[in-house]
Every structure is written in C-alpha cells, then in structure tokens.
C-alpha cells in the first residue's frame, strides 16, 4: 500500500494556489480540467517530497461554501525553520493562528479554512520574538 493523496475542495483556485504555492512553498505537479464535470484538479506537492500530495479540487460552477475546516482536521509539513516560514506566511498576508511560541509547531488556515500543522525540522528552535510572545488568533 502506499499514501497518494489528501483531497481538499477549494473555493477559489487562485487564492488557493497562492496559498499552497506561493506563501507556504508547495509546487504544482500536475493539472487536469474535467470539462464534463466542470472541474479542474490540481496536485500540489512539497518540493522534497512529490510522493505526498495535496489534490485541489475547483468546482467552476459550484456557490457552495464550504464548512467545517477544522473538522477535516488538518494537514501538516516540516519545516527547515519555523521562524523563517511564518514570517513569509504572514507577510504574504497569511494570519498565524498559533504561532511557533515554543519554536517548533505552529498553526495557519487556508482561504477554505483547512488548518495546515508546521512542524520544525530537528529540535526546537530557541525562544524567538515575535513568535514567543504571540498570542493565538482564532482557532486552528
């Protein structure tokens, strides 16, 4: 057996993409539009590691909001240095929930309220402020 994918239906393919991509750092593999089903899917993947993807599914004309983010629980990533990472995710406007008080998990939201888990690679990184005297925002 192995693990292929985590399904997450989006709202917004772009918002979505930038999220995903360009804030939190994954890259797209692949792309395939279903215009019978008016649907495109998309599958994302951390650079260092294309066996464990991410499929975005874009309903075109679908209105439905999507609810119970946190119920899905949520998704989770290592990362080099927590501290560099949500620094990014927050200046590409990305609210951290929970920061990396402890420097090493932290807490964000995508634009369809998915909770994505950031784990530090290795041992904790030292106390760090911002991030050590940051409040939760929310809920993760």
């Known amino acids: 057996m192995k693990y292929l994918h985590t399904m997450v239906r989006v709202t917004d393919l772009e918002k979505s993409l930038a999220f995903y ?3 939190l ?5 692949s792309r395939k539009d279903v215009p019978a ?3 495109t899917l998309v599958f994302l ?3 260092s590691d ?5 499929e975005l599914t874009w309903n075109w004309d ?3 909001t999507y609810q119970g983010g946190r119920n899905f629980g949520h998704l989770a990533y290592r990362v080099a240095n927590i501290y560099e990472t949500c620094a990014k995710l927050a200046s590409a ?3 951290i929930n929970r920061p990396p008080r402890d420097g090493y998990m932290a807490f964000v939201r995508s634009p369809d309220n998915i909770s994505v888990e950031l784990l530090q690679e290795g041992d904790r990184l030292p106390a760090e402020e ?7 925002t929310g809920d993760w």
């Open 21 to 23: 991509c360009d804030a």
């Open 62 to 64: 679908s209105d439905e």
């Open 50 to 54: 294309e066996d464990a993807q991410i």
């Open 93 to 95: 406007g990305v609210t």
């Open 130 to 136: 911002p991030w050590s005297s940051m409040e939760n």
């Open 37 to 39: 089903g008016k649907f």
């Open 45 to 47: 993947a951390a650079p």
């Open 25 to 29: 750092g994954l890259k797209e593999i």
